[in-house]
Each structure stands twice: as C-alpha cells, then as structure tokens.
C-alpha cells in the first residue's frame, strides 16, 4: 500500500512539473512616446537648423569632370548619393508641424535644390559615357551620350545583331539609367546602322526633386 501511494505522488509531482513547465504567453504592451509641446518644437527647430546647413552646401554644389573612368564613376555614385539625400531630408518635413512663417525658407530649399539638379545632373551624364566605354570595351562595344543635355545613350556593338544582348544589357544598366534620368538608349548593331533598337524612358526632368530607391522614383 505504501508502495502505490508514494507512486501516486510521484506521478502527480511529475506532472505537476510538466504542467509548470507549460510556455506562458507574455504580452508585451507597445511603447507610445508623446513629445511634448516644448520638445516637438525643439525637434522642428533642430530639422530646419539641418536644412539650413545643407542649403549652403546646396547652393555651391556642382559636378566635375574627370578624365580616369574610375574617378568618374565613383563621382557619380557621389553627387547622386549626395542629390538623394538633399530630397530625404526635405521629404522629413511631414514629421514636423511647419508652419506659415517656415514655408518660405522651404520653399528656397526646394528651388536652390530643383537648380543644383539642373546643373548636376547634364554633367554626370556627359561622363557617363566613358565610364561606359571603359566598362564594355572589351565587348567591342562603343557608348556615347548625346543631344541636349545628354539625355540618350548611344551604344553600337556587333552584340546587338541579337536580341537578347539588348535585353540584357538594357536590364543590367537600368538603375543607373533612371537615377540619372537618361530619356532614351539606342542599341545599333554597326556605325550608322539606319535600323536600331531603342528604349524610351519614362524619367523625371533634371529639375523635379524626388527620392529614388533603385529605379523606382517618388517625387515630392
């Protein structure tokens, strides 16, 4: 008898165990934090101190050529790191309770970063072209950027006889196409070919601001 009843007890101990041993749900309750008057302003107030630094930066910036592909390259990437961050910052502005009287400084943000574009972006796109060259010449493919502002790409290579080639090369170079909002490429498979293929490209004017994440544009 002794025997069954320390059995039971034990058997009621080890479940008991297990049943402890259950996961419990832990419900953790979200932390809202509410600024206060005093503090919203102090934000607003160190948002527009931050525009106003980078509006000077804005005002001076311009592109410059260089000769050394490479150093052409990485300046590009530069100066469209540099355009994009310019328009992330004045699209924070939705955070902020901007008032009446602020409006006008945004408003010369937005118009001295509109003409920082409009003088960049021609210059980034002229050297675009030999950092082009010197990525495909050993394809046999020759790349130039023409016309007004040079806003088309020209290639000419025996590659794009076929198809597929121009597919490929289209897919591989469309981010930097669009970020630099190049208007049209052009694939011709020899100098003066009279039939090509083209890609008319739907990108914004040099002037519109707008924030790009990879080839996809929200104007502000």
């Known amino acids: 008898m002794l025997k069954f009843i320390a059995g039971v007890i034990l058997i009621v101990i080890v479940l008991g165990w297990f049943e402890n041993d259950e996961p419990k749900e832990v419900v953790v309750e979200p932390q809202i934090t509410v600024l206060s008057a005093e503090e919203k302003a102090l934000e607003k107030d160190a948002y527009l101190k931050s525009l106003s630094d980078d509006l ?43 008032d009446q009287s602020d409006l006008a400084f945004v408003a010369e943000y937005k118009r001295e970063l509109s003409a920082a574009q409009a003088r960049v972006l021609p210059v980034l796109r002229d050297q675009y072209g030999p950092v082009l060259r010197a990525a495909l010449w050993e394809l046999d493919i020759a790349a130039k950027t023409i016309g007004k502002g040079f806003r088309t790409i020209n290639f000419v290579g025996g590659a794009f006889a076929a198809n597929r080639n121009i597919k490929e090369l289209q897919v591989q170079f469309f981010e930097s196409f669009s970020q630099l909002r190049f208007k ?3 694939y011709r498979w020899r100098e003066g070919a009279d039939k090509y293929t083209y890609y008319d490209l739907k990108t914004p004017d040099d002037t ?13």
Do not use: P
């Open 208 to 220: 519109v601001i707008g924030t790009w994440n990879n080839s996809s544009f929200v104007a502000l």
């Open 184 to 186: 049209r490429t052009q």
């Open 56 to 98: 000077e930066h804005i005002k001076s910036t311009t592109a410059t050529m260089h000769s050394d592909a490479g150093e052409a390259k990485l300046h590009i990437n530069i100066m469209l790191a540099v355009l994009n961050n310019y328009a992330a910052k004045l699209a924070e502005q939705k955070k902020y309770d901007v």
